[in-house]
């Protein structure tokens, strides 16, 4: 579950770090950029963390400890939480399986709830955990319990991933600086677990102890899990920042890593369900998010359905399942078996806040695709309150639906609050956000609720929701956006939004038509909180030569202006990630 709510943002977390590095060059001081001097000291950092946790003498590993882990992680992901936490905590005490379980249950905790308290528990144990596995690693575990042995290199490469994935939340420039080294451990450790396994599979020494051919099927399926995830994360990152990824030491096969993560899956032990998880987050959010076409998607929306189908006699109560489900539902356009879906998670996950956020927020962008504004408004407005993460976006999306039901007022008090807090211009969401919000205050009581519905439709489709809904809605946003083609200050926006919307529709022609009338004056200046209209017309444009008149010359024309043209709008790094893709598939 962590991995299909963060990993969908982490990608953007990373590219910041080098637009980050590029627009802080010129007004601060060296030594705060300085990422050279910062990395050499995190080693020692790291080392003196650990030496306080140096006593706990690891138990013997076997295979039905690993079994145990697969267990506990069962429990979690079938509603049983506070039981999973108490079984791995009571068996902990020396166990690197048992440790990792506590580890990736607390780290959950800490990064779905943003508490400063339960980050800090996360972090303890994760240095716990690698303090075990750091004791194994320096023993002659290799020639006497090699399973032992690898199983901590696995354990330890975990606790890097989930430390390096904390920094990151924090969104700060050293952070990321320290994220990425901690990533870039992980991912070299990860690397070298899966030569050394292949390695100790081709060669035999003598008076070495040996792998028997059960633990070699555990051992490779476990570091399939961070293996085949790496280079799935990898291989959607654009071109034009895959050198600084390189850099890293980063490599990114994407075949490679759905194999790795397939034959992950099966393994009954902590990694199996880790597996499974990337596997659904890839095909139930990322892949459908970056497709062009109806295709994609149904592929998606197949190997998702087995994929659930084949999972569901061991978590088909699950909330986390249900949740799936509920994404599943909204590829197939089935809003409201997707909200019944969503409604079961809330009902299943027994006070667990974590879940609950998520279930609510899914629920609010049905309801708001559904034009229930009111029932969407109550939905964003419980995680406005209960989340500490991007609570401006939050409050944002509870104001906007709140106004679209016609309290106007109440809407803009809540705008007004929105445009106090303190965001981060590098974080895409928050800049968006604060574009929007200064937009309104500056309408002030002219901003009716009509404007309010239009800034719903607007966020729904730079969030992707449109393809999701199904044609009697769309039909519905069409008339709707007529009323605004007479005012400048709307009538690109509602070119735009009538051009996407027929094109999910399939008449491309007049889809065209729409576009090209703002690709004809995209000469004329933008406010900043309409600059993506441009470039995401040329994005429209290149889907439509590509998918209807297969013109790739005509499509790579417009993907090249809206890469090499336009800077620095709303969503830029998103935009850029799907037409990297887009580009990649037309190879």
Not at 8 to 36: F, G, H, P, R
Not at 91 to 108: D, E, I, P, R, T
Not at 400 to 415: D, F, H, R, Y
Request: a negative charge; aromatic letters at 14%; glycine letters at 4%.
């Amino acid at each position: 579950l962590v991995i299909s709510y963060l990993f969908a943002e982490v990608s953007y977390y990373i590219i910041s770090v080098t637009l980050m590095a590029q627009s802080m060059e010129s007004s601060t001081d060296s030594s705060e950029i300085n990422s050279l001097e910062l990395t050499e000291s995190f080693q020692k950092e790291f080392e003196q963390e650990l030496q306080q946790y140096a006593d706990e003498t690891p138990r013997q590993l076997h295979l039905d400890e690993t079994q145990a882990s697969y267990d506990g992680i069962n429990m979690f992901l079938n509603n049983r939480y506070d039981e999973a936490e108490e079984f791995f905590a009571s068996n902990s005490q020396g166990s690197v399986m048992m440790s990792a379980g506590s580890c990736l249950l607390a780290f959950f905790r800490g990064l779905m709830n943003y508490d400063a308290d339960l980050i800090e528990r996360a972090r303890e144990m994760i240095k716990k955990t690698q303090a075990l596995c750091n004791r194994i690693l320096k023993m002659n575990y290799l020639e006497t319990n090699p399973f032992a042995y690898h199983q901590a290199q696995v354990v330890n490469a975990d606790c890097m991933l989930y430390t390096g994935l904390l920094y990151f939340a924090q969104q700060e420039f050293k952070a990321y600086i320290k994220g990425g080294w901690y990533v870039r451990k992980a991912w070299k450790s990860y690397e070298r677990t899966f030569i050394d396994l292949k390695k100790t599979t081709n060669t035999k020494k003598k008076n070495t102890a040996e792998l028997t051919d059960e633990e070699k099927y555990v051992l490779e399926n476990s570091v399939g899990f961070g293996y085949g995830l790496f280079n799935l994360f990898v291989s959607l990152i654009p071109s034009n920042l895959l050198v600084f990824v390189s850099l890293l030491g980063f490599v990114g096969d994407r075949s490679e890593g759905l194999e790795s993560l397939n034959r992950g899956r099966r393994v009954t032990e902590l990694h199996g369900p880790m597996s499974l998880f990337v596997l659904l987050w890839y095909y139930t959010i990322s892949k459908p998010l970056l497709s062009v076409n109806d295709n994609e998607v149904s592929l998606s929306v197949e190997v998702a359905s087995e994929l659930l189908a084949e999972y569901d006699s061991i978590y088909g109560e699950s909330a986390v399942f249900n949740y799936f489900k509920g994404r599943l539902a909204r590829l197939k356009h089935d809003l409201n078996g997707a909200l019944e879906q969503f409604q079961l998670a809330l009902d299943r996950c027994r006070g667990q806040k974590e879940i609950e956020m998520i279930g609510h927020y899914e629920i609010g962008w049905c309801q708001m695709a559904c034009l229930n504004y009111k029932a969407a408004h109550q939905a964003f407005k419980v995680i406005q309150y209960d989340s500490r993460w991007s609570k401006g976006f939050y409050m944002f999306l509870s104001a906007i639906t709140l106004g679209a039901n016609g309290s106007t007022v109440e809407a803009m008090n809540l705008i007004q609050e929105v445009a106090t807090i303190k965001k981060r211009r590098t974080n895409q969401v928050e800049a968006f956000v604060d574009n929007k919000s200064k937009m309104c205050v500056s309408a002030g009581s002219e901003f009716s609720p009509t404007l309010f519905q239009l800034l719903c439709l607007e966020t729904l489709y730079l969030w992707k929701f449109l393809p999701l809904c199904n044609e009697k809605t769309l039909k519905t946003y069409l008339k709707f956006l007529h009323q605004f083609e007479d005012f400048p200050e709307t009538c690109f926006l509602a070119f735009l939004l009538q051009g996407a919307i027929l094109t999910v529709l399939k008449d491309y022609d007049t889809a065209f038509s729409y576009l090209y009338k703002v690709f004809s004056n995209r000469t004329i200046d933008m406010p900043v909180y309409y600059k993506y209209v441009y470039p995401y017309t040329c994005y429209e444009l290149g889907v439509i030569c590509l998918n209807d008149r297969d013109d790739t010359k005509s499509a790579d024309e417009y993907f090249g202006e809206c890469v090499n043209k336009y800077k620095n709008y709303d969503f830029d790094q998103r935009l850029q990630i799907k037409i990297h893709n887009i580009q990649q598939s037309m190879l």
